[in-house]
């Protein structure tokens, strides 16, 4: 099933814990049997693959890129300033049919202006988007976008609900996406200009549209596709995190002050390690970008050895589908939707 | 402490286990020395009263309102057509003086509608808020807007923020309270058009404002009043309610897969409802309403007997602070700080 599938280019400069942890997971996902080529100082790379226990013999390769983003640098600058950075050459093996996928824990930015720069969009794709890949109760809702776009246009979030159905079909196997509008309220009247427009027009579109959905639907999984503009989908991550973090503090504190007996804290601490394991967002491996001509994914920037092997698995899994020979036909109908919805 | 202050009128009809649940709230604030005025038809109020166990020596009073506005009516035109309403007859109770605060658990953009339509606003007050209180790692954060204003304009978001503080101050004891506004990031750069503006303008206030904050700190209590419009204050604050269930579901599927034991699990059981009752809104009580002359609380519509309760000691306090009286010095300077923001 892997065979004839080029290997994935990893970032190896992008992340807190780079390039060290990034290699890591590289050689771990390479040991599972899926090819990288990682991308950085080749001197680095070298030193840090020698580091490492037999590591000569898998299916890991390097290739020199000298210059490094990092967080501080402004993304659409950085890319054209810094022309032999790790980000934008693992985009050109991409380009080049030299790597299937990319995936960076680098500076998010950076990582959509050298996609856009280098692969470009395919044909009536107004806006890549980047997509969150939400540990729900079933199954693993999308919630896009992201943050790539703060200011959105109701053709946005149109392409939006359609990529991202075509994602959640051909990637994730999903037979029939539902696909809802993030609002304050599940009335068609709610909303705002933006909202209602898009809605408007996704009600036309031969998709699972369900209209409205709410903050507290995000990881119930009971929708498939959740559509936001970057603005709002990134507070509701953002949410979603401090939610989940301030409960685990919360809980923490809870066995420490009430359960006196070890024996209890430590089991109730096992349910609690059980439940972080399965909303956690390394076993998710990262945040796949929609809507350009390949396959890129975006890390944690927090990323270790096994939130990089998961998205080097994940983005293989993607390129392997060809959802990108897609695109173009999914989003082809948004403009004639959103007219045919001003009209009525 | 707690002589000439009115009491509190009550709309026993509001919430979805009215007026049972309200009533029965009512009484338990009442024996605590809060006195209330319960408003609605008075037969049925009578008929909840006798029901219950001593309550003709309790600080109770019933107000006739005929009519009921339910969760289905359109607010505004409820609010003009059902006159003899109960969310209406208490505000007309405190704007005669003959109550010190209203609550209702009923249709909140009915009893927005009302606090406007009865109550007024008091000078340069261009918008009022709903105030999500939110359970803090440490205090108590506001959350403004979370949802009566899904369109805002600058001058708003400035406007929340200077009532916030007030209403943190006053009300919450908080010293000197720090202020932001909700974003996609911390950085001046990040942010739209309407959050720029809002945020140049607070940083010439006299307040301590910080800037953005994302979603991830409105849980921590780093800051104690949170600047939205009401589209993201209520996908906000549907996210956090709908992660915290969501968690909760995990922990419980984790506790029986993993703990066979029953002793592990009934202790990791206490520690789950410790933090639930640490996290719960019932113990918060309500939603103030901040900008309009007098005081409103709007409770949750499953409100049961607690948190009508805890709605009751809330609003009282909250009322006794006079905190409305500051509310038009609190906004006047909102609009030459836009201005001066605007020039520089």
């Not at 970032?11 to 780079?18: F, N, S």
């Not at 995000?218 to 991550?237: E, K, M, R, S």
């Not at 390394?282 to 890390?299: K, T, W, Y």
Request: proline share 4%; hydrophobic share 45%; aromatic share 4%.
């Amino acid at each position: 099933m892997t065979r004839h599938l080029a290997p994935v280019a990893v970032d190896a400069m992008g992340g807190d814990h780079a390039p060290g942890a990034i290699v890591q997971g590289a050689i771990d996902a390479a040991r599972k049997g899926h090819p990288v080529t990682l991308v950085g100082p080749e001197g680095v790379m070298r030193e840090e693959l020698a580091r490492r226990h037999a590591t000569r013999s898998l299916p890991i390769e390097v290739q020199h890129a000298t210059e490094v983003i990092d967080f501080h640098d402004h993304p659409g600058q950085a890319m054209r300033r810094k022309k032999d950075n790790s980000i934008r050459v693992c985009f050109d093996l991409v380009a080049e049919g030299k790597a299937c996928a990319m995936i960076s824990a680098g500076n998010s930015g950076a990582v959509m202006a050298g996609a856009i720069f280098v692969l470009g969009r395919p044909k009536g794709v107004e806006r890549p988007a980047i997509v969150s890949v939400l540990p729900g109760l079933k199954g693993l809702p999308l919630l896009l976008d992201m943050g790539a776009n703060v200011d959105c246009k109701p053709i946005h979030l149109v392409q939006f609900g359609l990529m991202g159905e075509l994602y959640s079909r051909r990637v994730l196997g999903v037979a029939r996406p539902s696909v809802a509008i993030l609002s304050n309220g599940e009335e068609e009247a709610k909303g705002t200009d933006l909202t209602r427009a898009a809605a408007g027009a996704l009600r036309g579109a031969a998709i699972d549209f369900r209209g409205y959905c709410e903050g507290r639907d995000l990881l119930t999984g009971d929708f498939d596709v959740i559509v936001t503009d970057g603005f709002t989908g990134n507070v509701a991550l953002k949410t979603m995190e401090g939610t989940a973090k301030v409960i685990g503090e919360h809980l923490k504190r809870a066995i420490r002050s009430s359960l006196v007996s070890s024996v209890g804290g430590l089991l109730a601490k096992k349910a609690l390690e059980a439940m972080k394991k399965r909303m956690d967002w390394r076993e998710i491996g990262g945040a796949p970008l929609l809507g350009v001509n390949g396959v890129g994914f975006i890390s944690h920037g927090r990323s270790d050895a096994l939130a990089i092997e998961n998205a080097i698995r994940r983005a293989r899994e993607a390129a392997r589908t060809h959802f990108v020979d897609e695109l173009a036909t999914a989003v082809a109908p948004a403009e004639a939707l959103l007219a045919l919805a001003q009209e009525n």
